[in-house]
């Protein structure tokens, strides 16, 4: 997919988010300090950063978890969020070891059938100096998924059937859209949130 870049300025996607992207908070940079401890190039780095966030981080959805976590210091401390603040992280992790990172979304199906409705997915690009941008899903990976950090070729979460209605946007955002923000925020639990993500950009 060509990826469409919201903004030509690269430094735009190096900025901080108040609230939700901040990488000077104490949990951020212990973990942006540990990446650097255990990785010396960008490309070493973000691979780190998303393994972690993947791995690391539990998705709460799978857990059947309450809680909802949107910035990127509450996720860390928690361990845990869904997709869009598994992205924020990740986007918070690279954009604090300066490499730039944009927010992504996918329509996708919630429950894999068209009678359970459609939800947003949220994951992120990154771009890395002589190989431009590439998208990273860290949403977690269980049986029936399998993402990967991979640069040429890509390995998300989530194959988007298009026959079914699903959509794989383009674009690339310099801040995490304000309809997923605002849901997290009104939803009283994660078990709500599930039904209150936007359905589509």
Same mark, same amino acid.
């Given at each position: 997919?060509?990826?469409?870049?919201?903004?030509?300025?690269?430094?735009?996607?190096?900025?901080?988010?108040?609230?939700?992207? *901040?990488?000077?908070?104490?949990?951020?940079?212990?973990?942006?300090?540990? $990446?650097?401890?255990?990785a010396s190039t960008d490309?070493?780095?973000?691979?780190?950063?998303?393994?972690?966030?993947?791995?690391? $981080?539990?998705?709460?959805?799978?857990i059947q978890s309450k809680?909802?976590?949107?910035?990127? *210091?509450?996720? &860390?401390? =928690?361990?845990?969020?869904?997709?869009?603040?598994?992205?924020?992280?990740?986007?918070? &992790?690279?954009?604090?070891?300066?490499? #730039?990172?944009?927010?992504?979304?996918?329509?996708?199906?919630?429950? +894999?059938?068209?009678?359970? +409705?459609?939800?947003?997915? +949220?994951?992120?690009?990154?771009? &890395?100096? %002589? =190989?431009?941008?590439?998208?990273? %899903?860290?949403?977690?990976?269980?049986?029936?998924?399998?993402?990967?950090?991979? $640069?040429?070729?890509? =390995?998300?979460?989530?194959?988007?059937?298009?026959?079914?209605?699903?959509?794989?946007? #383009?674009?690339?955002?310099?801040? #995490?859209?304000?309809?997923? $923000?605002?849901?997290?925020?009104?939803?009283? %639990?994660?078990?709500?949130?599930?039904?209150?993500? #936007?359905?589509?950009?």
């Open positions: 997919m060509e990826l469409k870049i919201e903004s030509e300025h690269l430094q735009d996607y190096l900025k901080e988010v108040p609230s939700v992207i *901040e990488f000077n908070t104490p949990l951020v940079q212990q973990q942006i300090n540990d $990446i650097k401890s255990h490309e070493q780095r973000a691979k780190t950063a998303f393994e972690f966030v993947r791995d690391k $981080i539990t998705h709460s959805f799978d809680t909802i976590t949107i910035s990127a *210091e509450d996720t &860390l401390s =928690k361990g845990e969020g869904i997709c869009f603040a598994k992205s924020h992280l990740l986007a918070t &992790l690279l954009r604090g070891m300066g490499i #730039p990172a944009g927010f992504c979304y996918q329509r996708v199906l919630r429950k +894999g059938t068209i009678d359970s +409705g459609f939800a947003l997915h +949220g994951l992120i690009a990154a771009f &890395l100096k %002589d =190989k431009g941008w590439f998208r990273l %899903d860290p949403r977690g990976n269980k049986p029936g998924i399998d993402s990967q950090f991979s $640069i040429e070729t890509e =390995k998300l979460a989530y194959p988007i059937r298009t026959a079914l209605g699903e959509i794989d946007y #383009p674009e690339v955002y310099v801040q #995490p859209l304000p309809s997923v $923000i605002k849901s997290m925020q009104k939803s009283n %639990d994660c078990l709500a949130l599930f039904y209150n993500r #936007p359905e589509m950009v």
